[in-house]
T-cell receptor, first 110, second 115 residues
Framework: GQNIDQPTEMTATEGAIVQINCTYQTSGFNGLFWYQQHAGEAPTFLSYNVLDGLEEKGRFSSFLSRSKGYSYLLLKELQMKDSASYLCAVRPGAGNMLTFGGGTRLMVKP | ETGVTQTPRHLVMGMTNKKSLKCEQHLGHNAMYWYKQSAKKPLELMFVYNFKEQTENNSVPSRFSPECPNSSHLFLHLHTLQPEDSALYLC??????????????FGPGTRLLVL
């Protein structure tokens, strides 16, 4: 089976840095995605990792360790608009199917 | 705006009703997906279509019936639903066959309430 774990909720302060972790146990691995979903809106693509290491995109970075089955999303200089759910998803095989974690709801406070 | 639209955005239906959800993508993609998102549960993949052919049915009850008439449109026909089917139904599309990253782009979803 496929198992993807994320914390359910996190709280952080505006201007700070927050790290959202994701651990996975899947039948295979062919890439990991992070999505952002504001309440009542579509999930939007943030980042993709398939090789070990850090991918940086502005204030957002994503890290992958395939040997540990572990990824994190790092958000710097937090803004109020970053309050949202962050979804970790793994593509287990060569096809286009994704398996999603339950999402981490991030609340940014002033 | 992701290039994937869904209608209606909200739907209330009785258990004996028949309704359809519509999804349209303007991205030129050839793969389309239906997902169910329930409160406090992960996104659940329901159906996958690649080049208009259904390639995945994730053990979805027959009261949900998908239809993909062309690569840009996807429907989900609903009949005799149960209250536990109340959820956010999300459509997504992607372009298969790209080397490496194949990103799925999501529509805003249809919030369904079954009474």
């Amino acid at each position: 089976g496929q198992n993807i774990d994320q914390p359910t909720e996190m709280t952080a302060t505006e201007g700070a840095i927050v790290q959202i972790n994701c651990t996975y146990q899947t039948s295979g691995f062919n890439g990991l995605f992070w999505y952002q979903q504001h309440a009542g809106e579509a999930p939007t693509f943030l980042s993709y990792n398939v090789l070990d290491g850090l991918e940086e995109k502005g204030r957002f970075s994503s890290f992958l360790s395939r040997s540990k089955g572990y990824s994190y999303l790092l958000l710097k200089e937090l803004q109020m608009k970053d309050s949202a759910s962050y979804l970790c998803a793994v593509r287990p095989g060569a096809g286009n199917m994704l398996t999603f974690g339950g999402g981490t709801r991030l609340m940014v406070k002033p | 705006e992701t290039g994937v639209t869904q209608t209606p955005r909200h739907l209330v239906m009785g258990m004996t009703n028949k309704k359809s959800l519509k999804c349209e993508q303007h991205l030129g993609h050839n793969a389309m997906y239906w997902y169910k998102q329930s409160a406090k549960k992960p996104l659940e993949l329901m159906f996958v279509y690649n080049f208009k052919e259904q390639t995945e049915n994730n053990s979805v009850p027959s009261r949900f019936s998908p239809e993909c008439p062309n690569s840009s449109h996807l429907f989900l026909h609903l009949h005799t639903l149960q209250p536990e089917d109340s959820a956010l139904y999300l459509c997504a599309s992607s372009q298969p066959g790209l080397a490496g990253q194949e990103t799925q782009y999501f529509g805003p979803g249809t919030r369904l309430l079954v009474l």
